[in-house]
């Protein structure tokens, strides 16, 4: 059946991301994409240090070549760096160095502060931070914490959108989990809508409305005052005639009364 290989190769793919992660752990490992060629099979790793990765003159990248074409059997493996430019705006990398952080005995809520603190200033839109364990110490019960800031979506496709990873820690005290959540700048939600994409710029609609406007009121002047009072008599003899109307109206009446 097909959905076998399907199931086959995203497994081998998982067995191949922990392979990697235990090879070079200080090198900022976060994702690697699989791409299969006619000729060979590309392998991208997105680190954050490359320089551990490659090792002096390549050794390191030839022997992690090798290695994994011997052990999971993919043919012609061609290895291809990428580095991370921002690692305060990947997900995965920040959730790593909170990991080793709580591991070598910081304290927890400094940690998660701090990183916070590090992904607003690298721009963000929004982010989100969930630790859920021995947060007490030893001993103590087990509750969950949540540090949150800006823009967040947390249902429907836009999540997608949204760098998502999370690890486990492994302090003395017990194991505390790891949630991180980070919206990226360059993120746009199709639901979020900016007024100023729509509308014209204000120095645009100004060049263009205010002469415009200074037109219309020049053209309509301000009326004298010999225009102000023929207005007035002219409508003052519109209403004499009327009131001379309902006197001729009225006075038949009174007659019959007498």
Do not use: C
């Not at 030893?138 to 509750?143: F, L, M, P, T, W």
């Not at 429907?156 to 919206?183: C, F, H, L, T």
């Amino acid at each position: 059946m097909i959905e076998r290989t399907f199931i086959q190769q995203s497994w081998r793919k998982i067995e191949l991301e922990k392979y990697i992660r235990a090879q070079i752990p200080r090198a900022g490992f976060t994702k690697l994409e699989v791409m299969k060629t006619p000729l060979v099979t590309r392998i991208v790793l997105n680190v954050t240090s490359p320089g551990l990765v490659i090792g002096k003159g390549g050794q390191n990248i030839r022997r992690l070549t090798q290695e994994i074409e011997q052990r999971f059997k993919i043919e012609n493996p061609q290895i291809e760096i990428k580095e991370i430019t921002i690692p305060d705006l990947d997900a995965r990398a920040v959730a790593d160095k909170m990991k080793s952080m709580i591991e070598r005995g910081f304290s927890w809520r400094s940690v998660a502060y701090k990183t916070m603190r590090d992904i607003q200033k690298a721009k963000a839109q929004g982010v989100e931070i969930v630790l859920k364990g021995a947060l007490g110490g030893k001993g103590e019960r087990k509750r969950r914490q949540r540090i949150f800031w800006g823009y967040m979506k947390k249902t429907g496709d836009q999540v997608e959108r949204v760098d998502y990873a999370k690890v486990s820690s492994y302090p003395k005290y017990g194991a505390i989990g790891i949630k991180v959540r980070i919206v990226h700048p360059d993120t746009v939600f199709p639901d979020k809508i900016d007024i100023n994409t729509i509308l014209p710029p204000r120095v645009e609609a100004e060049k263009t409305i205010l002469p415009f406007i200074k037109k219309t009121v020049e053209e309509k002047e301000a009326p004298t005052p010999t225009e102000l009072k023929e207005e007035i008599a002219e409508k003052t003899a519109e209403k004499k005639p009327r009131k001379e109307k309902m006197e001729k109206r009225e006075k038949p009446h009174d007659e019959k009364k007498k």
